[in-house]
Every structure is written in structure tokens, then in C-alpha cells.
């Protein structure tokens, strides 16, 4: 019993901040993201009756207690709705670079519910598929599919109708999606501990949560209609509230360095100049750049001269759950 899928993962360009429900990652808001081309995660998983508990491998490394804990909490959520008590090993190649901002955890489980699923023989289209990968990593509800995808907060207590929707395939509309690397090491206030603060103390988050559908409603009109300008300037609006939020935490916290301010003032510069170009930036220092396509080098050369650039990763829309032949590699008894 053994499948092998591949997820690739998005970036938010309306962003999903705050939970209203911890356990099962259901957002207070709706969310936009587009699934990208260059980076994903391969995962291959193999139950088997020998087993007596789950295995772990991450590029080629038995992984240890916690992160095989966390994987196996998830698995069992699989076991439940299939009905099956076999334990497996789960095989991942993972390509995202952890230093490119790029969250790893939409692709790695993304592709570990679409696997497992596979391997279990389970009959479920992409809403179910999205509900799963989503108690896994919110995010990862979204990189089910390619292109340009909605994730649905719903209504639900039980989280039946919180799920990821395409909107555009991956070849109705290419953009370039360039992310400019400033700071590789990790974050001192992790995504989940920086979304809950915020939520729980911001006075300033009320005001996220009543303007955060009028940006989803603009950048969705945008995207139909192909106006990049139109959907720059929501998608950096919406990125400079999310961030705003923190600053009225308690006690306050900020994503941003010196060398963040820095690229948005270039690509600000940039604008000025007549080269369209837009910045988004996630819960973290590093800023992802939309522009055309006929611009990215262009953008790429003047962001390069900043000294506080280490690296810029190019991106395009990519696409959604693909399913590999099974290699030869026994990973089980």
C-alpha cells in the first residue's frame, strides 16, 4: 500500500492571520495565494502490517521524536477516516529552500495528505483532500491546487466547509514572483505564536478583520481581470496591515529588518521609475516581489544591488497535487 505525490508551495498574496480555531486551523479570514513552480516537496508513503509505529525520513534522515510525533498526529487523522490501523513510513524529499521565506509546511503536507490518501485507497475529491492537508498546515490547504487559489474560511464549527478553491489555472495568467532573500536565519516569534498574539491582544486587529474581505474582493476582480497594477497595490496594502497588527501586540513584535525596508523602498524606487513592481512580505523579514514577466530581470538587476540582498529565487504560477509512479526503493518489511 504506497503512493507518491507532489505539492508545491504558495505564497499569500491576501494573507491568512488569525485562527478561530486552533486544533483544526480555521481561519478568522479568507485568504489568496498562488501556488508556485520552483519549489516542492516529493513524498512518498508506504503502510505496512510490520510496522509498530510510524517512520520518518526527511531528505534521506530518519527524523527524531518530535518531528516524527507531529507526523504520526497527523496520519492518525488519516487512520480515522479510513478506518485503517496500519502504520507507515513516509519518505519525503523536500526542495524548498529553508532560508528563501518560502513555508515549507504548505508543500510537506499538501503532498503527505495527498500520499497517504493515495496509499489507503481512499475515494475523495479536493475539497476533502484541502480539509485534510489543512489540519496539518493551514497553508497547505492552498497548494492542493495550482494557479491562483481562495482559501474558504467557512462557517462551520467542524471545519466541513474550510477548504482551498481554484480561481485561475496556473496557465491563465503568468506572473513573476522573485523572492529576495535578506535574512536566513529563523525568526525569534514563530508564525503560530505571532498570529495568536496578535488575535488575543492587537487593538489594531479588529480593523484587519473588517477590511480584510473588500482586499480579497478586489484582488479576486483583479486577477479576472488580469490587472496586475490593480492587484499590486491591494496585495501590498493588505501585507502592510497584516504587519501593522503586531505592533499593537502585547507585548509588540516586528517581522521586518533594516534590510526588509530597504527592498521595499526599491521596489517603491523601482515604481517611480516606471518599472511595475510590488512587494508582499509573509511572517518574516524576507519580501517576495511580483512583477511581469517582461520586468523580472530588470527587477532582479536593481534589487541585486542592494547590499543587504543574499539571494533572489525566481517563481512562477505553478500546479497542484501531481502523482509519481512508486520508485523501486523498499521503505518497508
Same mark, same amino acid.
Given at each position: 500500500m504506497k503512493a507518491t505525490a507532489r505539492a508545491h508551495t504558495n505564497i499569500a498574496l491576501i494573507k491568512y492571520w488569525g485562527k478561530r480555531d486552533e486544533k483544526l486551523f480555521l481561519p478568522m479570514n479568507n485568504s489568496l495565494s498562488i501556488t508556485l513552480d520552483a519549489f516542492y516537496t516529493t513524498t512518498s508513503v508506504e503502510f505496512c502490517t510490520c510496522l509498530k509505529k510510524d517512520i520518518f525520513l526527511l531528505n534521506g534522515n530518519i527524523m527524531g521524536e518530535a518531528e516524527t510525533n507531529k507526523m504520526t498526529r497527523f496520519l492518525d487523522l488519516i487512520r480515522k477516516m479510513s478506518g485503517s490501523t496500519l502504520y507507515g513510513v513516509v519518505d519525503s524529499i =523536500?526542495?524548498?529552500?529553508? *532560508? *528563501?521565506g518560502f513555508a515549507s509546511s504548505a508543500s510537506g503536507f499538501a503532498a503527505l495528505a495527498a500520499a497517504s490518501t493515495k496509499a489507503l485507497k481512499m475515494e475523495i475529491n479536493d475539497d476533502i483532500l484541502s480539509q485534510i492537508a489543512r489540519q496539518g498546515s493551514g497553508s497547505a490547504c492552498r497548494s492542493i491546487h495550482g494557479g491562483y487559489v481562495e482559501w474558504e474560511k467557512g462557517e462551520q464549527l467542524d471545519g466541513s466547509d474550510s477548504f482551498g478553491k481554484q480561481i485561475l489555472t496556473e496557465n491563465?495568467?503568468?506572473? %513573476?514572483?522573485? +523572492?529576495? #532573500?535578506?535574512?536566513?536565519?529563523? !525568526? !525569534?516569534? #514563530? +508564525? @503560530?505564536? $505571532?498570529? !495568536? @498574539? /496578535?488575535?488575543? /491582544? %492587537?487593538?489594531?486587529?479588529? $480593523?484587519?478583520?473588517?477590511?480584510?474581505?473588500?482586499? #480579497? /474582493?478586489?484582488? !479576486?476582480?483583479?486577477?479576472?481581470? @488580469?490587472?496586475?497594477? /490593480?492587484? $499590486? =497595490?491591494? #496585495?501590498e496594502r493588505n501585507a502592510l496591515k497584516m504587519h501593522a497588527t503586531t505592533l499593537g501586540a502585547n507585548p509588540p513584535f516586528m517581522y521586518w529588518t533594516s534590510a526588509t525596508v530597504a527592498v521595499m523602498q526599491k521596489v517603491q524606487e523601482l515604481r517611480d521609475n516606471g518599472i511595475s513592481a510590488y512587494y508582499t512580505i509573509d511572517a518574516g523579514p524576507n519580501v517576495k516581489v511580483l512583477c511581469q514577466p517582461e520586468d523580472e530581470n530588470s527587477v532582479r538587476e536593481k534589487l541585486m544591488t542592494l547590499s543587504v540582498v543574499q539571494e533572489i529565487y525566481h517563481c512562477h504560477p505553478g500546479p497542484g497535487i501531481t502523482y509519481l509512479p512508486n520508485t523501486n526503493r523498499k521503505t518497508c518489511c
Open positions: =523536500n526542495t524548498v529552500p529553508t *532560508a *528563501a491563465e495568467w503568468d506572473l %513573476s514572483i522573485l +523572492s529576495v #532573500l535578506v535574512e536566513p536565519n529563523e !525568526k !525569534k516569534v #514563530l +508564525s @503560530r505564536e $505571532g498570529m !495568536k @498574539r /496578535t488575535v488575543d /491582544t %492587537s487593538p489594531f486587529y479588529t $480593523g484587519w478583520l473588517e477590511t480584510v474581505d473588500d482586499d #480579497l /474582493t478586489v484582488a !479576486k476582480q483583479a486577477i479576472y481581470d @488580469r490587472d496586475f497594477e /490593480t492587484l $499590486g =497595490n491591494v #496585495l
